[in-house]
Each structure stands twice: as C-alpha cells, then as structure tokens.
C-alpha cells in the first residue's frame, strides 16, 4: 500500500505541470472569456492528456454518442482514475459513475428508486424543515455565511437521511466528504493521499457497520435497501460501497454550489433578486438558469472506445476526451443572449450542467427540489439579503462554488 501511495503521488505532482494546469480554467475567477476561446477553435484543443471539447453540440455528442464510455477498452483505469485507485488500494472498486454497461447498468438501477419522481415529493417536508431550521440559526445573526451556515449543511443533512446514516455519524462522514473531493481535484500531496486511504477505510468500516444495524432494524432508506440487494446476490459488498461513497459525494459537493451559485449569480444582479423577491414561485426557475450561466459541475471526461473524427480532429482509441460542461450553457449556436442571466428565460433547449446520456445525473430531481426550497426560502424570509464581504472561490477546475460567501439581512427572525 505504502508503495502504491507513494507511486501514485510521485504521479500525480508530475501531472500538475502546464497540461494538467491548462485544462483548469474552470477554477478561474471567470472561466467563460477562456471558454468561449475553446469554443471558437476551428478543431479540438489537444494536449497530452487528451482532447477538449467545448461546444454545446460537440460535447452533447460526446456525452450520448456509444463510441465513448468511461473505460477503457484495454481494461486498464483511465489517467486520472488509476491514481485515484493506487492510493486508495485493490480493495476499492470504481463507482458506477465511472462504470460502463452492463455494470453500470445494473448498479444504477438498484439505486434508482430512492431518487425517482414517486418518491421525491415525499422528501419535501424534510427539506423544508432542515432549510427553516437552518435558516433560524443562520438569521439570529445580522451577518452570516451563506455557504457554512446555509447552502452547505443543507444536502448533507437531506443525503444523510435518505441514506440511512444516524446523526451522530454525520459529522465523521462529513470529513470524508470533504477529503474524497479534494482528492477528486487532483491528489497533489502525499499527505492528501493518506488522508485518502485513511478516510477510505474509516468510512467503509463506518458503512459495514451501519448495513449490520439495518439488517437487525430495516429502514425505508437506501441504505437498508441496498443491503437487501446484496443478501439477494445482486451486487458485492466493495460493489455497495462504492455506490454509498457516490451517493454520499455527489450529494454532498454539488448541490451546496448550486444554491450558492445561485444566490452569489442573483445578489449580483439585484434587478433578478427583485423577480424573485416579488414572485418566489420563480425559485425553481432561477436555480435552473444558474445551472445554464454557472454549472457547479465545469467538465467531466470521457474515454473513446475506437477511432473517432470529430470536429477536424482525429481521436484515437482510449484517448481521453474532456467535456467542458461550463463552456456550454453559454454557446451562442443555442442559447440566445448567453451573458445574459434572466431567471425569466424560456431556455432553447435543456443545458447540460446534469451531464446527458447514460451517466445523466442520478440525483437531478433531488437537487432540483432542495434548490428550490432553499431559494424560496431566502427570497420570503430574507428579503432585504445582500452580499456582506469578500466571497473565497474554491480552487477546483472540476466543481466551481465558493468556499465562503458573507452576507447580511436584517429580517427574518
Ligand atoms: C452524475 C451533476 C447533484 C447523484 C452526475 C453528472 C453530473 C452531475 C454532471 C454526470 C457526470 C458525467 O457524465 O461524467 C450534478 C449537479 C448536482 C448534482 C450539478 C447539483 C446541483 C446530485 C445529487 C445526487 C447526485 C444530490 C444524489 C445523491 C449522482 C449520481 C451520478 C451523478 C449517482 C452518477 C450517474 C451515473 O453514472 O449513471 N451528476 N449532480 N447528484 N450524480 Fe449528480
């Protein structure tokens, strides 16, 4: 273990040379200017990590087209995942995010029930009561922190229920939480990657633990429904605990940037904080225009199963292909007036700040929902809300949010 983490390390300080560093524009203050530089290009971008594509079309493509997937055809890891895997060890399995079918088929199937639309509007009293509480809390103060008072407990609160995980182990969870998305940002340090193994171990003996406690006290949560699943012989225990580790990541990074993005995108536009203070319904509406002008989720990348011409461009089997999300809500060849964020806008066609495809975003509706009530809930309670101080960007090219966003009301005690 010792050997691999250290290889993986060695690794990956090389990688954040000028390539790697290159296809981190999402991390910028503002990525778009660089965006729509990659978007105008004749041909597709190219550097020895791969191939960039950028445009709403080209990447819509990429990201539905049966030609790419997320394995390689050799069985080998992708670049960035195998280091990920060498520091973590052998006995951690890829998540079905990074699976392709008939795995990844199988594995998101048994997933799915939690998160579909016949569930969903039961989960709106316990949204709204975990947003009210912390929203009391947030607001005894004049000034607080939109993100670690509001917008980041939030979906960790709401995962934690869905998943089955008992509050008092929602704090340990949490650090591993945050400790896998750093590391999903590139493992830079030794350091980083022992916290990973560290966390990785702690947090699956935390989860065997907890399927023990549901098969003595079965739950109506995902948890409890897993483990039947693997009693039933329908997935492995590394199998369900990469699908704990995926459901409980991508509830915890995302949606907290999505209604923070939101509220920074709507405070800095204080005409579009006025439509919605005046028409809260337009909640639901605003978080889908920042997932056009602002995605929490810049790229993800994808894997060519054989040869493929696109754009001008020759790809080669294997060869990565990076997909910048961020740049597409913004290509003029389908949203008109692009710069312009107007919660009002009756868009062209769906953006793809959820991905498209097979790998469209599980949990869409859940983030949609939480979205919603969180920004319903500031424009009726806090009207006169404002931006307080500087906000802190999170220093990621993969996942774009604030770290910090002060901001000031004075109602809604
Ligand atoms: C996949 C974005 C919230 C669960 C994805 C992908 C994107 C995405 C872009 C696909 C990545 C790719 O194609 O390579 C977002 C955004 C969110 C959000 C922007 C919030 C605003 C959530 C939540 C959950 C969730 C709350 C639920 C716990 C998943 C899962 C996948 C996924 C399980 C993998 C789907 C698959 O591979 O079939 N998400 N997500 N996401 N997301 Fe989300």
Avoid at 293 to 301: C, G
Avoid at 307 to 321: D, F, H, M, Q, Y
Avoid at 366 to 392: K, M, Q, Y
């Amino acid at each position: 273990t010792r050997i691999a983490i250290e290889r993986a390390g060695t690794w990956l300080l090389r990688a954040t040379g000028d390539e790697f560093i290159r296809l981190s524009v999402g991390a910028q203050p503002d990525p778009y200017p660089a965006y729509a530089r990659l978007r105008a290009r004749e041909s597709l971008y190219r550097n020895k990590l791969g191939a960039v594509t950028a445009t709403f079309e080209h990447c819509n493509l990429v990201l539905r087209d049966r030609r790419f997937g997320v394995q390689r055809t050799d069985g080998r890891l992708p670049r960035f995942f195998d280091t990920l895997a060498m520091a973590r060890g052998p006995e951690v399995v890829q998540s079905f995010l990074e699976l392709d079918p008939p795995d990844h088929t199988r594995l998101r199937k048994l997933s799915r029930p939690a998160f579909g639309p016949a569930r969903l509007d039961g989960y709106r009293p316990l949204i709204e009561s975990i947003t009210h509480d912390l929203l009391d809390r947030a607001t005894a103060k004049d000034n607080f922190d939109l993100i670690a008072d509001f917008a980041g407990p939030l979906p960790i609160r709401v995962i934690s229920e869905l998943l089955g995980i008992p509050p008092v182990d929602t704090d340990r969870f949490l650090g591993y939480g945050r400790v896998l998305a750093q590391a999903l940002d590139g493992i830079t340090s030794l350091r980083l990657a022992r916290e990973l193994r560290t966390a990785t171990d702690e947090m699956y003996a935390l989860f065997r633990t907890l399927m023990a406690a549901k098969r003595e006290h079965p739950e109506a949560d995902v948890l409890t429904q897993l483990t039947e699943a693997h009693d039933a012989g329908e997935l492995t225990l590394p199998e369900l605990l990469a699908t704990c580790e995926l459901l409980l990541v991508a509830g915890f990074e995302t949606t907290v940037n999505l209604i923070g993005n939101s509220t920074f995108a709507l405070l800095n536009h204080p005409g579009q904080w006025g439509l919605l203070r005046d028409d809260p319904g337009l909640a639901r509406a605003a978080a889908e225009e920042t997932l056009r002008y602002d995605p929490p989720v810049q790229q993800t990348v994808r894997v060519a199963h054989e040869k493929v011409e696109l754009a001008g461009t020759r790809i080669r089997e294997n060869e990565l292909v990076f997909v910048m999300i961020g740049a597409t809500g913004r290509d003029p060849a389908v949203f008109a007036n692009p710069e312009v964020f107007d919660i009002t806008r009756t868009p062209e066609r769906e953006h793809l700040a959820f991905s498209s495809g097979i790998h469209y975003c599980l949990g869409a509706p859940l983030a949609r929902l939480e979205a919603e009530i969180a920004l319903r809930a500031l424009a009726e309670r806090l009207p006169d809300l404002a931006l307080d101080g500087t906000p802190r960007r999170r220093p990621s090219a993969g996942i774009r949010g604030l770290l910090r966003l002060p901001v000031r009301a004075s109602h809604g005690k």
